[in-house]
Structure formats: C-alpha cells, structure tokens
C-alpha cells in the first residue's frame, strides 16, 4: 500500500506542483480545444491559451 500511496503522491506532486492555478488553466484549455474541435481554427486555442497563462503565471511569481 506504501508504494501505491508514494505513486499517487508523485503524480500529484508533478502535476500539480508549486501552482495548482497553471494545471487548471492546462485542463480548461484543453477541454475548450477539444469542444471546438470540430471548427477550423480550433487548434488555435491550446497554444494562445498556454501563452496567456504562462504570462499570467509569470506575472504572479515576479510580484512575489
């Protein structure tokens, strides 16, 4: 059980990591590509989004 415990905790740890904010952003942007697939410029929207959240999560660390 040990071990089962200490993968789920490194995985959390990995995903999660220092802000759990980046990982939701990750997820949302992935959920809105994929419900806009069906529309040409959909593509569009997962590497816009990572752009803005990485400017976001650049923001909030440089004012810490």
Do not use: E
């Not at 980046?22 to 590497?47: E, R, S």
């Not at 989004?49 to 004012?63: D, I, K, M, N």
Request: net charge positive.
């Amino acid at each position: 059980m040990k071990y089962v415990l200490s993968f789920f905790r490194f995985w959390y740890d990995f995903i999660i990591g220092d802000d759990w904010t980046v990982a939701a952003a990750v997820v949302v942007a992935l959920l809105l590509t994929a419900l806009l697939g069906h529309l040409a410029g959909a593509w569009a929207v997962l590497p816009v989004s990572v752009l803005a959240f990485l400017g976001v999560s650049l923001y909030r660390a440089s004012r810490r």
